[in-house]
């Protein structure tokens, strides 16, 4: 017999289809809701997110509680269900949800879902290759990133489902963090994931790596402008795809690379959308005013995410739109959010590892926000 939150109707849990970089899987819950594992050091920061930082983070929804189940026929179910004590008070409020997943997905399978998923409107070719090394290059070490979809969420969810049935545990609750999709309102989202700061290690990192994340950062961008690419799709209206970069293509580049990568994440495989420089730079200059107020945070390891939609609205045809469009600088057409927050720590915060809080505003962060508006503005002014 099912229990009361099962008996609900359930919602199919897809993997996110828009997921640029990170490690960890994130799948949608629903339309404008996307579902991350909870990390205790994340949920703080929601729960206590100054006001000011409220318009560059997603909106937290709340947690719902997953566990796997197993069929006789040995297939993989995650059955969530909410949990108590939602920040909205609507405590089971949601409907259950279930993420069925077979243990071995076929590429076509995978195709398929991620076609469904995203309402045809992605192209994808079945044969997606996987290397750990680079993601989207074919046997022959070509960039195969116009024929395809971005593999990388996939790849993510692939590694994560194996993780939670090599623990397989019918009873174990796993927690997931509820969040809005801040990319639901576009319909080709071309989205930059930056890794910010001079520093990637939390506090409570170990020696070990502590030292992979110096040098990743030594070797990257990440020293030098205290900001590298983390991942990227840019659709191309020419040919129909998504030019996908990972994290690895990002730690390669050196700062002439970076600006040549910010230059090709504006271009829409026609034009160079020069209306995009100016809206983008507002936004991460009022994002860098509230950063050099929070004082004690340290965003160690976060990205923030550079949104616009690859589908250029034409004013002239958009006769239905209840407004028209103006050619000013519309600020809806660009976003600029912070993410990932797993390992940001704060005076006060309930997980801090470390019982000396850091003093005054990030300065890592601030460091690579000035640089990212230096560049932006240089590409403004055609250089």
């Keep these: 017999p099912l229990g009361p939150a099962e008996g609900r109707a359930a919602v199919l849990l897809q993997p996110f289809v828009h997921q640029v970089g990170g490690h960890t899987s994130m799948l949608t819950y629903d339309e404008h809701t996307i579902c991350k594992p909870l990390v205790s050091q994340e949920l703080?920061?929601?729960?206590?997110?100054?006001?000011?930082?409220?318009?560059?983070?997603?909106?937290?929804?709340?947690?719902?509680?997953?566990?796997?189940?197993?069929?006789?026929?040995?297939?993989?179910?995650?059955?969530?269900?909410?949990?108590l004590g939602q920040p909205d008070g609507s405590a089971g409020g949601?409907?259950?949800?279930?993420?069925?997943?077979?243990?071995?997905?076929?590429?076509?399978?995978?195709?398929?879902?991620?076609?469904?998923?995203?309402?045809?409107?992605?192209?994808?070719?079945?044969?997606?290759?996987?290397?750990t090394d680079s993601l989207l290059e074919d046997a022959n070490g070509k960039q195969a990133e116009r024929k395809s979809y971005n593999p990388w969420g996939l790849h993510c969810h692939r590694q994560h489902l194996n993780r939670m049935s090599s623990k397989h545990n019918e009873n174990k609750l796993h927690?997931?963090?509820?969040?809005?999709?801040?990319?639901?309102?576009?319909?080709?989202?071309?989205?930059?994931?930056?890794?910010?700061?001079?520093?990637?290690h939390g506090d409570d990192a170990s020696e070990e790596k502590k030292a992979r994340h110096i040098k990743k950062c030594e070797q990257s961008t990440s020293a030098s402008l205290g900001v590298r690419v983390c991942g990227m799709q840019v659709y191309q209206a020419d040919t129909g795809h998504f030019l996908c970069k990972d994290k690895y293509y990002g730690r390669k580049l050196s700062p002439e690379g970076f600006q040549?990568?910010?230059?090709?994440?504006?271009?829409?495989?026609?034009?160079?959308?020069?209306?995009?420089?100016?809206?983008?730079?507002?936004?991460?200059?009022?994002?860098?005013?509230?950063?050099?107020?929070?004082?004690?945070?340290?965003?160690?390891?976060?990205?923030?995410?550079?949104?616009?939609?690859?589908?250029?609205?034409?004013?002239s045809t958009d006769h239905h739109l209840p407004f028209p469009i103006t050619h000013g600088t519309n600020p809806s057409r660009v976003?600029?959010?912070?993410?990932?927050?797993?390992?940001?720590?704060?005076?006060?915060?309930?997980?801090?590892?470390?019982?000396?809080?850091?003093?005054?505003?990030?300065h890592g962060y601030i460091f690579g926000l000035e640089n990212l508006i230096k560049i932006l503005q240089?590409?403004?002014?055609?250089k």
């Excluded at 509230?290 to 923030?304: A, G, H, M, N």
């Design 175 to 200: 927690q997931f963090l509820l969040l809005e999709n801040v990319v639901s309102k576009y319909s080709y989202p071309c989205i930059l994931d930056l890794k910010m700061g001079t520093r990637q």
């Design 335 to 362: 976003d600029v959010r912070m993410i990932d927050f797993a390992h940001t720590t704060f005076k006060g915060s309930k997980s801090n590892p470390n019982p000396t809080p850091h003093d005054g505003p990030d």
């Design 44 to 83: 703080s920061f929601y729960e206590s997110l100054p006001l000011a930082m409220r318009q560059f983070t997603p909106q937290y929804k709340g947690i719902v509680s997953v566990h796997l189940k197993k069929d006789s026929l040995g297939n993989l179910t995650l059955i969530a269900s909410p949990s």
């Design 260 to 315: 040549q990568t910010l230059r090709q994440f504006l271009c829409n495989g026609n034009q160079l959308r020069t209306d995009l420089l100016e809206p983008i730079i507002l936004r991460l200059k009022a994002l860098l005013a509230v950063i050099r107020k929070q004082s004690s945070y340290r965003f160690y390891s976060s990205s923030l995410l550079i949104i616009y939609d690859g589908q250029e609205h034409k004013e």
């Design 378 to 382: 240089s590409l403004s002014e055609g």
């Design 94 to 131: 949601d409907p259950a949800v279930t993420l069925w997943h077979k243990c071995k997905w076929s590429h076509t399978q995978v195709t398929k879902t991620f076609k469904d998923s995203c309402s045809g409107k992605m192209l994808l070719r079945t044969d997606l290759q996987y290397h």
